[in-house]
């Protein structure tokens, strides 16, 4: 079901799935263009999970898809409080709040309690700009043109990989971590061969790597069963 949420900085589109009640996760996507990447699986993953009875709402984060928002006027702070204004919505009407996030997702998800925070393949915010700023070089070397360097920090606004970000915006992200403790005592899931500490590895595909969208079925179930049986057990 589409709805929508209420922010200080105005209205921004939300997508629900599964009961009105009862626990609940908000699910918040990584940032810039693998959100467009992922959002298909991550729907697919919210309706396996509204099947086996747990609820989820998957917002626009302002300044990102479709949000009448300008991302280069918003700062870390004002997306982290557009997911919070998201999650006192699901509060009115379900148990419980758990934040379900994917990759960069991990910088925003300051709304849910510690043990309450689930986690895909966490990315901190200084790999993120670092994996931006690859794409705006290999995009500037393939047009022929030369590479570019960041502009001066006075500068007020970036363009990197065809996204204009703020400084502050900037700054923040390449402070934020989103994995230190004891800001985030939940549940980590990463991919097998993903060396770093994680409470679970599963096999699938590195699906925000490729060129198109696409949609990996069985990583999908395991990713909603994994976060079911994580729910229950917070519950417990």
């Known amino acids: 079901m589409i709805d929508e949420y209420a922010w200080r900085g105005g209205r921004e589109a939300m997508l629900r799935f599964g009961p009105g009640s009862g626990p609940v996760v908000v699910v918040v996507l990584p940032l810039?263009?693998?959100?467009?990447r992922l959002r298909a699986s991550i729907v697919a993953m919210c309706r396996r999970l509204a099947d086996a009875g747990i609820a989820s709402l998957l917002p626009d984060v302002p300044g990102q898809g479709?949000?009448?928002?300008?991302?280069?006027?918003?700062?870390l702070a004002d997306m982290r409080a557009g997911l919070?204004?998201?999650?006192?919505?699901?509060?009115?009407?379900?148990?419980?709040?758990?934040?379900?996030?994917?990759?960069?997702?991990?910088?925003?998800?300051?709304?849910?309690?510690?043990e309450r925070r689930w986690s895909f393949a966490p990315q901190p915010g200084s790999?993120?700009?670092?994996?931006?700023?690859?794409?705006?070089?290999?995009?500037?070397?393939?047009a022929g043109a030369p590479v570019r360097e960041l502009p001066a920090r006075t500068t007020q606004t970036v363009t990197i990989a065809g996204n204009v970000i703020g400084r502050t915006l900037l700054d923040a992200l390449e402070a934020a971590?989103?994995?230190?403790?004891?800001?985030?005592?939940?549940?980590v899931v990463?991919?097998?061969?993903?060396?770093?500490?994680?409470?679970?590895h599963v096999e699938g595909t590195a699906l925000w790597r490729r060129?198109?969208?696409?949609?990996?079925?069985?990583?999908?179930?395991?990713?909603?069963?994994?976060?079911?049986?994580?729910?229950?057990?917070?519950?417990?």
């Open 177 to 187: 971590d989103g994995l230190d403790a004891p800001s985030h005592g939940g549940r």
């Open 84 to 114: 919070a204004a998201a999650a006192r919505v699901a509060a009115m009407t379900h148990g419980p709040i758990h934040a379900v996030s994917i990759r960069s997702g991990v910088l925003l998800d300051t709304f849910a309690l510690p």
């Open 127 to 142: 790999d993120l700009l670092r994996q931006l700023r690859r794409i705006d070089r290999a995009a500037t070397l393939n």
């Open 190 to 200: 990463r991919l097998t061969g993903d060396a770093r500490a994680a409470d679970r």
């Open 32 to 36: 810039f263009e693998e959100a467009n």
């Open 211 to 236: 060129s198109e969208p696409d949609i990996d079925l069985p990583l999908v179930a395991l990713l909603a069963d994994d976060i079911k049986a994580w729910v229950v057990s917070c519950a417990g």
């Open 66 to 75: 479709e949000s009448l928002t300008l991302l280069q006027d918003c700062t």
